[in-house]
């Protein structure tokens, strides 16, 4: 089980960047429609919670857990941004899956890896 959740936090931004590729390639003539809108969406939100991971480790507040110094704030920190996070990925999922049929694959992997990434990461702290 460990390997399939390896390799799906390996994938995830190789499916998010084929997603956006595949999304700016045109096919024919398309037209922005309700489906190419949610698709974007997905990405988007997708892509920023990726973006965010990052940046929001670096900046977690500190703690001392053989003191028990800051530990409160630092679980309530987690607890706030793993949820939040998990919130914009289930969205996205859900907007991939009714956006367009080529992208749902890719969607639905890039969310799976970056919730997975998030929540070992967020345990491991």
């Given at each position: 089980m460990n390997v399939v959740a390896i390799i799906l936090v390996i994938f995830a931004p190789v499916a998010l960047i084929y997603g956006w590729v595949c999304f700016f390639t045109p096919v024919g003539e398309e037209r922005f429609g309700w489906r190419k809108g949610?698709?974007?969406?997905?990405?988007?939100?997708?892509s920023v919670v990726i973006v965010?991971?990052?940046?929001?480790?670096?900046?977690?507040p500190g703690a001392d857990w053989r003191s028990g110094a800051g530990v409160a704030e630092q679980t309530q920190?987690?607890?706030?941004?793993v949820?939040?996070?998990?919130r914009a990925l289930l969205a996205a999922l859900i907007l991939g899956l009714i956006g367009r049929p080529r992208l749902i694959f890719p969607i639905v992997v890039g969310c799976i890896g970056t919730g997975l990434l998030w929540l070992f990461t967020a345990l491991m702290e």
């Amino acid at each position: 089980m460990n390997v399939v959740a390896i390799i799906l936090v390996i994938f995830a931004p190789v499916a998010l960047i084929y997603g956006w590729v595949c999304f700016f390639t045109p096919v024919g003539e398309e037209r922005f429609g309700w489906r190419k809108g949610a698709t974007l969406l997905s990405l988007v939100l997708a892509s920023v919670v990726i973006v965010l991971w990052p940046v929001l480790m670096v900046s977690m507040p500190g703690a001392d857990w053989r003191s028990g110094a800051g530990v409160a704030e630092q679980t309530q920190w987690i607890s706030f941004w793993v949820r939040t996070v998990f919130r914009a990925l289930l969205a996205a999922l859900i907007l991939g899956l009714i956006g367009r049929p080529r992208l749902i694959f890719p969607i639905v992997v890039g969310c799976i890896g970056t919730g997975l990434l998030w929540l070992f990461t967020a345990l491991m702290e």
